[in-house]
């Protein structure tokens, strides 16, 4: 077995909107542009991925962007076989790579778990669901045996401390949003690209990325009512109809554009990741969704609000205090009951306090807030997602070609 890892499929099965695919397309690019890997991400909903890379051809099954190469998945499921059209037509095998990532648990094509069983040269790799719940700690990078082919995947878990594999960061990223911060012209560009002036210092502004939620209105209330100008930029997407229905118009779409009392709510197209990272860098105040968008907010080093992916049962709940017991440890209590509030009021909890009384504790501790989301930044960023995975993965190639020697 090869000792060194230089190509790696990644297998994306989009079932969540854009947060499966908006994580597999960053570590693919990171994998590529940052480590030097030949990448192929294996996507079965290419529309997705052209949300988020707009060079992207949804009708190409194979293509390059950005240094990886892109292939339809068709045969997403239970195939009996695993062959595709190659660049000049004809079908040809596909030869797995050293390192193989199945996303979120996907379910690999048969014929390239026979693929891989034959070529004995693959680091199967699930890359797991983000969480700070304390379990993470004892199932990452634990062994799967296959029930019947010798094969075995190892758990990899992004999290938020040294026992888990990190998050994925840009070796950049900082110097990028510290220089557009710092950057006034930058910044006047960023909001005329969106029909927009540059927002004075007096306006509070809120960027607002979630899933469909009824506390939308009462949040709009609180900042309506509330004396401080407020600019709350929603890009399209899936809370749209509580937007439509604050205002009653029938359809919002990009540009649209509303006032309130002291609340100016303005539609933003579904922009590209790179400039979603702008968009966070210049608010002050960003709610975000799922995985990645909160990652990214992270980064920003700003306060902000999780709507984290609703589950059954409320489970979900359990895995939104893990991460404020952490991200809140270093806070004055009257702060971290602040930000608790409030993100308890905006996930639902029918217990919380009203969302109105939630985002008015959540302001007046915004300056606390900051200076906690800095500190946070910082001490993740000593934990990198690609970096550990690369890490592991030559580590148990290394323990495999090992055992294939001594055969």
């Not at 690019?29 to 290419?46: F, K, S, T, Y």
């Not at 390192?99 to 890359?127: H, T």
């Not at 990899?156 to 012209?185: C, I, Y």
């Not at 899936?238 to 539609?267: E, M, T, W």
Request: charged letters at 20%; one cysteine or more; a negative charge.
């Amino acid at each position: 077995m090869k000792k060194s890892i230089n190509r790696c499929d990644i297998f994306c099965n989009v079932i969540d909107n854009y947060g499966d695919i908006g994580v597999c397309w960053r570590l693919a690019r990171q994998l590529a542009n940052e480590h030097g890997l030949v990448v192929r991400l294996w996507v079965d909903d290419p529309g997705s991925l052209a949300k988020l890379c707009h060079e992207a051809d949804v009708a190409r099954d194979i293509q390059h962007c950005r240094g990886v190469e892109v292939r339809r998945w068709y045969e997403f499921g239970n195939p009996p076989t695993l062959r595709y059209l190659g660049s000049n037509g004809d079908e040809e095998a596909i030869q797995p790579a050293e390192l193989v990532i199945e996303a979120f648990s996907c379910k690999l094509p048969q014929g390239y778990l026979d693929a891989m069983v034959a070529q004995r040269q693959s680091v199967w790799i699930n890359l797991e669901y983000l969480s700070a719940e304390d379990w993470v700690h004892g199932c990452h990078g634990l062994p799967s045996p296959h029930p019947s082919l010798p094969l075995t995947k190892y758990f990899f878990f992004p999290g938020f401390t040294k026992q888990t594999g990190g998050l994925l960061l840009e070796r950049d990223l900082f110097a990028r949003r510290d220089a557009f911060q710092a950057d006034a012209a930058a910044q006047q560009a960023f909001w005329q690209s969106f029909g927009m002036e540059m927002p004075g210092a007096e306006t509070l502004k809120v960027s607002l990325f979630g899933y469909e939620n009824d506390a939308l209105a009462g949040l709009f209330d609180a900042c309506a009512e509330g004396s401080q100008p407020v600019l709350c930029l929603v890009p399209e997407g899936r809370i749209l109809p509580q937007v439509r229905k604050y205002f009653g118009d029938v359809a919002p779409y990009a540009g649209s554009s509303y006032v309130c009392g002291n609340l100016r709510v303005h539609v933003l197209p579904f922009v590209e990741q790179e400039r979603y990272d702008e968009l966070l860098w210049a608010c002050d105040i960003n709610f975000v969704r799922g995985e990645d968008s909160c990652v990214r907010a992270q980064w920003a080093a700003k306060p902000f609000v999780w709507h984290i992916y609703p589950q059954r049962d409320g489970v979900h709940m359990q895995k939104l205090r893990a991460f404020v017991a952490r991200y809140c440890a270093g806070l004055p209590p009257e702060a971290a009951q602040a930000l608790h509030g409030l993100w308890e009021a905006w996930n639902g909890e029918v217990s919380s306090i009203p969302v109105e009384k939630a985002w008015n504790d959540f302001h007046a501790h915004r300056s606390m807030l900051r200076q906690c989301a800095q500190g946070w930044a910082r001490e993740l960023a000593e934990n990198n997602l690609a970096l550990n995975l690369l890490d592991f993965s030559r580590k148990i190639g290394r323990m495999r070609a090992f055992e294939i020697e001594g055969q």
